[in-house]
Nanobody, 116 residues
Framework: QVPLLESGGGLVQAGGSLRLSCAASGSIFSNNDMGWYRQAPGKRREFVARITSDGYTLYDSSVKGRFTISRDNAKNMVYLQMNSLTPADTAVYYC??????????WGQGTQVTVSS
């Protein structure tokens, strides 16, 4: 099983929506907080959103009110609903567990491109 598999990206016009999915292995998902990150060309990977094992959420200010993170603990899945997209949201999006240690594995991510 691939430890992390992100999907759902694509090309969308500004103002549009996309829903990203992340399938995580049990060892990664477990009872961990899960997060979405993104990396735009020429920039460092940055935090987007976080969800605890019991559903509490936290968002970067740049996406708060537009993005919604959720999880399905029975399926080891994490989702990111993205609305009101802007060109500034263009990036490769990654998911990962959030623990006290830095991640040792990153998936391939899913490309989101927002045209103006």
């Amino acid at each position: 099983q691939v430890p992390l598999l992100e999907s759902g990206g694509g090309l969308v016009q500004a103002g549009g929506s996309l829903r990203l999915s992340c399938a995580a292995s049990g060892s990664i998902f477990s009872n961990n907080d899960m997060g979405w990150y993104r990396q735009a060309p020429g920039k460092r990977r940055e935090f987007v959103a976080r969800i605890t094992s019991d559903g509490y959420t936290l968002y970067d200010s740049s996406v708060k009110g537009r993005f919604t993170i959720s999880r399905d603990n029975a399926k080891n899945m994490v989702y990111l609903q993205m609305n009101s997209l802007t060109p500034a949201d263009t990036a490769v999006y990654y998911c990962n567990a959030i623990t006290s240690l830095p991640p040792t594995y990153w998936g391939q991510g899913t490309q989101v491109t927002v045209s103006s």
